[in-house]
């Protein structure tokens, strides 16, 4: 699961033109799609913090794409969304049906 994500975004990364080709993972907005998956989930960020064993400052700066995240911590955000990983790319919003 993990490498075929790797292998998405490696395959993204060298289809690009060169000029952008130093594309940054945060700007893939995972931090912001994060940000929304724990508010769907709802979860607070305090409570998200204490499951991921981190501070809530930490928190905001995964959300605001200010760290960078490893494959392995992006597996264990997913797992506590009860989603696969590669969702976590993916605005969740997106995913909702239209308003009728």
């Known amino acids: 699961m993990g490498i075929y994500l790797l292998c998405l975004l490696t395959k993204s990364v060298q289809t690009m033109p060169k000029k952008k080709q130093s ?44 760290t960078n995240l490893s494959l392995n911590r992006i597996a264990e955000i997913a797992k506590h969304f009860s989603i696969e990983p590669e969702m976590l790319f993916i605005d969740p919003l997106s995913l909702l049906p239209p308003p009728q």
């Open 23 to 66: 594309v940054k993972i945060n700007e893939l907005n995972i931090g912001n799609n994060i940000r929304k998956w724990r508010q769907l989930k709802n979860f607070e960020a305090k409570e998200f913090a204490l499951l991921l064993n981190i501070t809530t400052g930490a928190v905001s700066n995964i959300e605001n794409g200010i």
